[in-house]
């Protein structure tokens, strides 16, 4: 079998690479370098420069030197990362063909002539954050990343302008505490990236197979019971692979989050990689070769799309050695990752062929350090988390300041909205803005003094801080309006269910409802107390919903169970009508909706919701 070579991909222009020969000089090309240095040493040419087997380069012609001209290659095939060319999906041939982050003259050409991509330059320009999302929409929608969820008040106005000037006026609010701009005409993409960089921030890496917005506990470093600020921790791993291009071409997308401790949770268990802030005492750590103090416990594989959160897999982790662990962990993956079925591509699918312990064990190959394990019940056990803890006023570990989390339905933020965010944040706050994994926004650093005056404004300009048990808890993903994979309109949907519902129920419980356009569950649906699949319904392809119950994520984590399918959306707003109604009549005291559902099968839960019971 001929020898092959791995490179990694985007490395080469497409011409397929040979390797150089192996083994030692023969007498007679000895000879021959005898003689030609000789030639050299007279004629004052340029010294021998000459490779060895091992890879070292030398100055002396000697045994073992690899011969670059004097013998034939053999044929060889090459390969990425152990997989054959002749097995890569197309998105690696494309990834081979040019790296996606040296597509700057194809963005220019397509702005020149205002045209939209065809299927391998979308998939180039979302190495820059741009995603033409037709046929849904016939233009370009641009995905920042904003480590941390963090913004100034400079930005988020730079942001509305630019919403304004090449979008649709308004800006959205994701899943991963991120920002992003629609509607926007291929004339305009090469300007909206430019203003981007000057407004300090950056959308490259955003999409396809990049690590996703780094994502932190939304009120770091505010929060009073939090264990440690994650904001450095997000932004030195952020900066960390903006700077590092062999982690722009993993085997698909990747996520990774960071939770403080506290009474916020960032949902951390719902990404591939998730830091979780524990204290460790005295006795646990001498058991763990440690000191003590706060330390992150790492859980793998969280895919909730794919019915799975993340995993603890018994290490702790010092906050110092975060980000290179994160980085051994992105490398483990680009090399063992599925580079020819995209739908087996992701870490899950790595880590269920190969096992948590040798993945682990690939990862920590990697590290000049050791990773201690600790059974995660020697941890000192984390505060429960307030449940929709990111609406409403807080006070901070600060004196005299409290946070303000703001209901933002489904992350829809009008234009003249964020300029007002900006200007509340900066007339009362610190100036700044933090986006949630829940399409909210919270602003910190508010003094007592400021407190009323700020929740004023916020109400007059239709930002309530006091959120229903239905709006603040309501999530949804873009839905068929902006994406082609949608069954449904989620974003329209859910807005309309919330004011049917709070029309008819004033809950004293939190209700959290998920509405996701499509299978890919952007909107995590199994993790919602409620969670709404979007699908079509009937011989005339009505839009509607598959419902689930019973979701949760942290200390009430738990996959939803499918209570009813296919459900029209016109029958919808009865059917959920109908479950908060059965939930108040038949709980059990103060339970939760989650305990609840989680109390009863299926069939008592149909019977229950149905008015049947």
Known sequence: MPPTETIPAGSSNGTALSAPPRGPFTAAQKEYLAGFMAGVSQSGFVPFVGHLANGTITSEPASGLTNHAAIPAEPVEQTVYGTPVSELCKQELWKLEQNGLDVWDRLLAHADSDQLPDEQNTYYFRYF???????????????????????????????????EQWGPGHLDITT?????????????????????????????????????????????????DELIDTRP????????????????????????????????????DTNDVGFMAVRVGEAAAQ????????YFRLELCGITGHQQFARDVGVLVAPKDCVALGAAILRAFNETGDRTNRKKARLKYVVDKMGYDAFLALAEQKLTF?????????????????????????????????????????GYLSVRQARRVAELAR?????????????????????????????????RAGLPYEASSVSGGLVACTGATGCKWAASHTKEHAVELARHLEKRFQLDRPVNIHLTGCPNSC?????????????????????GYHVYVGGGFGQDQGIARELF??????????????????????????????????RHDMNTLQAIFSNEE
């Not at 994502?215 to 770091?220: E, G, K, N, Q, R």
């Not at 649906?525 to 009505?542: F, N, Q, S």
């Open 565 to 598: 399918r296919s459900i029209s959306f016109e029958s919808l707003k009865s059917t959920v009508e109908k479950m908060l109604g059965g939930y108040l009549r038949h709980r059990e005291g103060g339970e939760t909706f989650q305990a609840f559902t989680r």
């Open 176 to 224: 991963r505490a991120n920002l992003q701009i629609r509607q926007i005409a291929p004339k305009n993409i090469v300007k909206v990236l430019l203003r981007l960089e000057e407004l300090g921030l950056t959308s490259k890496g955003s999409g396809v197979d990049n690590v996703r917005n780094i994502t932190a506990t939304p009120t770091a470093g505010v929060d009073r």
């Open 129 to 163: 954050g741009m995603f033409y999302v037709g046929p849904a929409q016939e233009s370009i929608m641009l995905r920042m990343r904003i480590p941390a969820g963090e913004l100034t008040s400079a930005q988020l106005d730079g942001l509305a302008d630019m919403a």
């Open 370 to 410: 050791r990773l201690p394990r600790l059974p995660l019940d020697r941890c000192e056990p984390r505060p429960r988390t307030i449940s929709q803890g990111q609406i409403g006023v807080y006070r901070q570990r600060q004196p005299r300041l409290n946070y303000v989390g703001v209901v933002v339905p489904v």
């Open 233 to 268: 921790l997000a932004k030195a791993m952020h900066h960390y692979i903006l700077n590092n291009r062999d982690l722009y071409g993993l085997p698909r997308k990747f996520n990774i989050a960071f939770d403080g401790g506290g009474a916020v949770s960032a949902a951390a």
């Open 523 to 543: 909107a995590q649906h199994y993790m919602g107390d409620i969670g709404l699949l979007g699908t079509r319904v009937g011989p005339d392809k009505r839009e």
């Open 427 to 459: 007339n009362y706050g610190s100036g700044e803005v933090r986006l949630t994994v829940w399409q909210n926004l919270i602003i910190p650093n508010v003094t007592d003094g400021f407190l009323e005056t700020l929740k004023r404004n916020l109400v």
């Open 287 to 294: 058991a763990a070769g440690v000191e003590p103090g706060v």
